[in-house]
């Protein structure tokens, strides 16, 4: 069997040899293997291409690092403190309260943690048995306890400075939230760190029998609550629950009544944060794949030939958008990028209640987002357009009063765009890019369809986009109806046969590899420091996010099973980017190149 084994390796390689090295991966009989899997001496003679895949997650709690001049805030509070020494118990209270005002610079390294610089000004007051340079007063001229003790009021002034670290405990739990999200709001922090204090009262009367020192060390712990007002989160209100422990003798107390003296108080203020005031998504890489050419060997075996065949289909996505940010909503429901493209409508947001779209600010609403549906549904009561490109329509809808009354008059909800800013989105954009701005106010609506995820737009596909020679190509419309059913709304856009044919692939075929590839346009209207560099990251991360969502909705569809996760290769085009000279979001050549292009290879045995 291993003699067997190698003889067929062994003419792979002398089969790919003989039809001479591949240039790329373009060919349509590239497969992934792990090249120590293989006998050296095969793997030696066999031509491979070593590829690092930079793989993108969309997993909110990693974000790339920033530059140590991003991510700063600059914070000042006042508020009031209670001093609690040895003899604090022999008055009320009240008269242990006095106020404090401090200022602090920080900066967030990771959204979980950041380091702080912290100063302020304040005093003590309190009561001792000992008359010190605290005690206010003569010596000699004490109060006195009922049983006769004698103490005095105790007061120092002091200046302080403190180090801490700075942990966000909502977003430890919750992760980043994004930039401009209407997320997190309300956080939280845990603050705790090491500080020093300088007495202002003159030396005159330290040290025996007392003991004080002039300066001393202390440790700091606070526990915050920040309230943000605006998506940026510029700015807060900030409340701080604060404690400073020091040893004992902070009140020059000679006994040990208390293993610690300190302050606990209560401060308010406001902070400002510095851009860069987030980070963005990471894309790690260094992922080494390894493709080896499949092209089958004259081998027979048992009178089966396998047959090895690949299908290509594109899915085309709106401006901006990738399907990265769709999650759940509501319990149990979720907004699927994918269904989203098949057959969902509009935004698929609404306004929360009843609005009246005549004479009001409708930016002012709220709104929150729809639960998609499979594209099978077999009505549509409302009479609008469904789905992305799946038909000679656009999605975007009208914002006038009579159509969007008539729509809720059906539906029993209004629909809404997305608002960021100034800006208006009539389709969905991912909660990442829906800050970006647009070269012109049109480009925000869609206004033409070419219907190129349908099974119509085919002929346009494969006039103006790569496909291998030798694969089959199909429409988004015809792969979606052969996972889900061709019934409904979805069996408008696709072909019977084709989907009859994919779904003899799905079923009696051996799917050996899925591959996706992503890819962005080359616009971006952004002009601050690095344009080029920045613009080009948008894009890359679009392109990226673009073939995820493909791979994880074929993963998750229940049709591919049978496919190890190592068989599901998300790789980035060579080239990525596609040149888009029109300043127009709208046109065929820019939505010909916001897409994601997958290729299935797979065995049919005969």
């Known amino acids: 069997m291993k003699k067997g084994m190698y003889m067929t390796l062994a003419g792979l390689a002398l089969a790919v040899q003989a039809l001479g090295q591949a240039n790329g991966l373009s060919g349509v009989d590239w497969r992934r293997v792990e090249r120590d899997s293989l006998p050296a001496e095969v793997a030696e003679r066999l031509p491979y291409e070593q590829v690092v895949n930079h793989q993108p997650t969309d997993h909110r709690v990693r974000v790339v690092t920033n530059p140590f001049k991003d991510n700063w805030w600059v914070s000042g509070d006042v508020g009031i403190h209670t001093f609690q020494g040895d003899y604090s118990d022999y008055g009320t209270f009240r008269s242990t309260l006095s106020p404090d005002i401090n200022l602090s610079v920080g900066k967030w390294f990771t959204p979980v943690w950041g380091l702080e610089l912290q100063s302020g000004v304040g005093s003590s007051h309190g009561y001792t048995e000992q008359w010190t340079p605290y005690a206010v007063g003569s010596k000699d001229g004490p109060y006195h306890r009922p049983d006769g003790t ?18 966000n405990l909502s977003r430890l739990f919750r992760g980043w939230e994004g930039y401009d999200s209407d997320e997190l709001f309300n956080q939280f922090k845990f603050v705790a760190g090491f500080g020093g204090i300088h007495h202002f009262e003159e030396p005159a009367g330290w040290g025996s029998p007392y003991g004080g020192p002039h300066n001393e ?12 007002f605006s998506r940026s989160k510029s700015w807060s209100l900030d409340a701080k629950l604060r404690g400073r422990f020091y040893e004992t003798h902070y009140d020059m107390s000679p006994i040990a009544g208390h293993r610690w003296d300190y302050h606990m108080g209560l401060q308010v203020g406001a902070t400002y944060y510095f851009k860069a005031r987030g980070w963005e998504r990471l894309t790690p890489g260094g992922s080494v794949n390894y493709f080896v050419n499949i092209v089958p060997a004259p081998v027979i075996v048992q009178s089966k030939c396998p047959e090895y065949r690949t299908f290509t289909f594109y899915v085309f996505y709106p401006n901006n958008y990738s399907g990265r940010d769709d999650a759940p909503v509501v319990r149990g429901k979720e907004v699927n990028s994918m269904d989203y493209l098949a057959g969902g409508i509009y935004t698929q947001r609404r306004f929360r209640g009843k609005v009246s779209p005549d004479g009001v600010n409708l ?36 914002m006038e009063s009579g159509a969007m009354e008539s729509f809720a008059g059906i539906a029993g909800y209004y629909y809404s765009p997305i608002y960021m800013g100034n800006k208006t989105w009539h389709y969905r954009v991912d909660d990442e890019t829906r800050t970006q701005r647009l070269l012109s106010p049109e480009n925000y609506r869609e206004t033409k369809s070419y219907g190129l995820n349908a099974h119509m737009g085919l002929e346009t596909v494969r006039a103006n986009m790569p496909v ?15 996972i889900y059913g061709d019934e409904g709304y979805v069996s408008e856009c696709a072909d019977p046969e084709a989907v009859a044919a994919i779904r003899e692939i799905l079923e009696s075929g051996r799917i050996l590899h899925v591959q996706a590839e992503g890819l962005a346009t080359s616009q971006d209207n952004y002009t601050g420091p690095d344009s080029e560099a920045v613009g080009e990251y948008r894009n890359r991360t679009l392109s990226h996010y673009r073939a995820l969502s493909a791979i994880k909705w074929l993963q998750e569809s229940g049709k591919f099973e049978g496919v190890s996760d190592g068989d599901f290769s998300l790789n980035t085009l060579s080239e990525p980017i596609g040149i888009v000279n029109d300043a127009s979001t709208r046109e065929l050549n820019a939505k010909l190149r916001r897409c994601a292009r997958i290729k299935i290879i797979y065995v049919i045995e005969k």
């Open 150 to 167: 004698a103490y005095w009021k105790l007061k120092t002034k002091w200046w302080d400075i403190n180090s801490n670290v700075v942990i």
């Open 217 to 228: 060390w202390y440790g700091n712990v606070e526990l915050r609550y920040s309230r943000y």
């Open 363 to 398: 930016r002012r609403e709220k709104t929150e987002d729809i639960p998609t549906e499979r594209a099978t549904f077999t009505e549509n009561p409302t009479g609008v357009v469904r789905g992305y490109e799946m038909t000679g329509e656009p999605m975007s809808l009208p």
């Open 468 to 482: 291998d020679e030798g694969s089959e190509l199909y429409s988004f419309a015809d792969v979606y109806a052969a």
